[in-house]
């Protein structure tokens, strides 16, 4: 009596557990999910899960968000011979994941033929397939829908009375569409040419033709278009646009290198187009300004004597006349008396017309030792005709002029 008592107690009694495994199977029991799954899959590192213990580590798995992992490892505990609803619940989910419906669904008879009340235990909110039943928990689906919007009313049939004429009834009648509108029924049919997007090309070359012609903001817009619909045109902007200083243009370069990955380019063209424009523009325009009275009055002074002396009197004309000058100052007239003063007439009359011949003419005859020397005469001025004549002729040298006067004047 004894020993049939000893061996009955003995096998009623479950095989012992390692204690690691009954404290995370409480851990999630009690909800603490990431300590449990922790605890599971270090043991399953380790190889230390028994039966209970996959099935274990296959809910977690499931209620933390890996379903895939989760089916894998109820998978295992069914080959394992397990015969927990958990592990057919688990595994029913995987196969409705992965496409498999028909084994979904035998895996679900399995677990509601097992325990068919405490299904809705097991998910305990979480979400189901289709291939399970409705969660008794859940509200009941009302008669009217989002889009249901009931049957069409039928309008009443008029009575005909031929003998009396057709008059306006009291009562409106129904009409035979519904009175509210549903979802979509307000909506109109929309053109299929109005949802149709530009080409980006077509915006691109239009964008380049207006900024030919001088259309700023047009062109601005063109590309623009371009460039969001094809992010691609981003370097064809940056250089069609290059050098641009209207706002718009820059703001568009902005955006033209933001979309190439110049972020910084970007940043500094947007400041740039915030204060208005390029700032040696503005600065360009008064230091032109400024350098247009400065250079005026720099090319006064820097004129040739030519450009700046009176066109009518020659330049050539101021130097002689000074020598002119000089020599009667320094060299004082002699007198001449009355008697003497016919000859000299005559005399300067014949040196003015030796002067105004060529030199090839009055070339100056040797000079004879037998003729008696003369006095030179001193020429003080010469009259204004005189110096026209020597501005037209080639100069002449000052000893053949002399020795030719002399000359002259010893002929009878």
Not at 93 to 102: K, Q
Not at 241 to 270: K, M, N, V
């Amino acid at each position: 009596m004894t020993a049939d008592t000893t061996e009955l107690s003995a096998a009623e009694t479950p095989p012992s557990r390692h204690i690691e495994l009954v404290l995370a199977h409480t851990h999630l029991r009690l909800g603490m999910l990431p300590l449990a799954r922790t605890e599971l899959e270090t043991l399953a590192a380790e190889g230390a899960l028994d039966s209970g213990g996959l099935v274990d580590l296959a809910e977690v798995r499931w209620r933390t968000g890996d379903l895939v992992g989760a089916g894998e490892v109820a998978e295992a505990a069914l080959k394992g011979g397990t015969e927990d609803p958990v592990a057919f619940v688990v595994a029913s989910e995987a196969a409705s994941r992965d496409g498999r419906p028909s084994e979904a669904r035998r895996l679900a008879m399995r677990a509601l033929a097992m325990t068919p009340e405490k299904i809705d235990l097991i998910f305990a909110g979480m979400p189901r397939s289709s291939v399970w039943g409705p969660d008794a928990h859940e509200p009941a689906p009302t008669v009217q829908t989002l889009f249901d919007r009931g049957p069409d009313p039928v309008p009443p049939l008029a009575e005909s009375h031929p003998d009396e004429p057709n008059r306006g009834s009291a009562t409106p009648q129904s009409s035979p569409h519904p009175m509210t509108l549903g979802l979509w029924a307000g909506d109109e049919e929309e053109d299929p040419a109005a949802s149709t997007l530009p080409e980006p090309a077509e915006a691109f070359d239009a964008g380049r033709e207006a900024l030919v012609e001088g259309s700023f903001d047009e062109a601005a817009f063109r590309l623009g278009l371009a460039l969001r619909l094809a992010p691609a045109l981003a370097p064809a902007v940056l250089e069609i646009t290059d050098g641009a200083r209207a706002r718009s243009l820059i703001l568009l370069r902005g955006d033209a290198y933001r979309q190439a990955g110049h972020e910084t380019e970007a940043r500094q063209a947007y400041v740039i187009a915030a204060r208005g424009g390029l700032p040696e523009r503005r600065s360009r325009v008064r230091m032109k300004s400024t350098l247009s009275g400065a250079g005026a009055t720099a090319a006064a002074g820097l004129a040739p004597p030519s450009a700046r002396a009176d066109p009518d009197i020659p330049d050539e004309a101021e130097p002689m006349a000074a020598t002119d000058q000089s020599v009667a100052e320094a060299e004082p007239v002699e007198p001449i008396e009355p008697a003497a003063a016919e000859p000299a007439a005559a005399e300067s009359s014949a040196a003015e017309s030796a002067a105004a011949e060529p030199v090839a003419e009055a070339a100056p005859p040797e000079p004879d030792a037998t003729e008696p020397e003369t006095e030179p005469i001193v020429v003080t001025a010469q009259p204004e005709s005189a110096t026209e004549v020597e501005e037209t002729q080639p100069a002449v040298d000052d000893e053949v002029t002399d020795q030719a006067i002399e000359d002259r004047a010893g002929e009878p």
